[in-house]
């Protein structure tokens, strides 16, 4: 039986043989990073993955996986940095590029960390998109209803990890 890090290795092998660049994307929403990382794909070639948008994908699967994630959910849990991290080393697996911008992970150092020791890739470098909250509440409340309640669990979240 070999170890998890030899089943890393194993699968993240053709992904590092490539080299790749990975530039984690931070910032509240409604700050600009989706606008950014579009201009960034169009005219650097990167291959852009939301943290956010894999998970929401794997419990639209129905997958056993999704199914968890969705119930850490539910009980307001935080979905383990490991799973995010395997979503993620798929996603750019599956891509065929060498660069990537990683939008909204990791969200702690804990994150960071897992990250590079899962995938043996250091980030390049991490872009933070700072922008007063009002901004992000008005730029999100002017894109429809749906923002609102991103916003207000987002602001849930952060009074979570701050108290």
Same mark, same amino acid.
């Given at each position: $039986?070999?170890?998890?890090?030899?089943?890393?290795?194993?699968?993240?092998?053709?992904?590092?043989?490539?080299?790749?660049?990975?530039?984690? +994307?931070?910032?509240?929403?409604?700050?600009?990073?989706?606008?950014?990382?579009?201009?960034?794909?169009?005219?650097?070639?990167?291959?852009?993955?939301?943290?956010?948008?894999?998970?929401?994908?794997?419990?639209?699967?129905?997958?056993?996986?999704?199914? $968890?994630?969705?119930?850490?959910?539910?009980?307001?849990?935080?979905?383990?940095?490991? +799973?995010?991290?395997?979503?993620?080393?798929?996603?750019?697996?599956?891509?065929?590029?060498?660069?990537?911008?990683?939008?909204?992970? &990791?969200?702690?150092?804990?994150? !960071?960390?897992?990250?590079?020791? +899962?995938?043996?890739?250091? &980030?390049?470098?991490?872009?933070?998109?700072?922008? &007063?909250?009002?901004? $992000?509440?008005? !730029?999100? @409340?002017?894109?429809?209803?749906?923002?609102?309640?991103?916003?207000?669990?987002? @602001?849930?979240?952060? +009074?979570?990890?701050?108290?």
């Amino acid at each position: $039986m070999g170890t998890v890090e030899a089943a890393n290795k194993d699968a993240n092998g053709s992904l590092l043989e490539k080299n790749p660049s990975v530039v984690f +994307v931070l910032g509240g929403p409604g700050s600009g990073k989706g606008t950014q990382c579009a201009n960034i794909v169009q005219n650097f070639g990167y291959t852009h993955l939301s943290a956010g948008d894999l998970l929401r994908a794997e419990i639209k699967s129905g997958s056993e996986n999704g199914t $968890m994630i969705q119930n850490m959910i539910k009980e307001g849990k935080i979905v383990p940095s490991e +799973v995010t991290i395997k979503l993620l080393q798929k996603a750019m697996q599956e891509s065929g590029n060498d660069k990537f911008l990683i939008d909204g992970f &990791p969200r702690n150092e804990e994150n !960071r960390a897992a990250f590079e020791k +899962v995938t043996g890739i250091e &980030p390049a470098f991490v872009l933070f998109f700072d922008c &007063p909250e009002e901004e $992000m509440e008005r !730029r999100l @409340l002017s894109r429809n209803q749906v923002g609102f309640v991103f916003l207000f669990n987002y @602001l849930y979240f952060l +009074v979570l990890v701050i108290t």
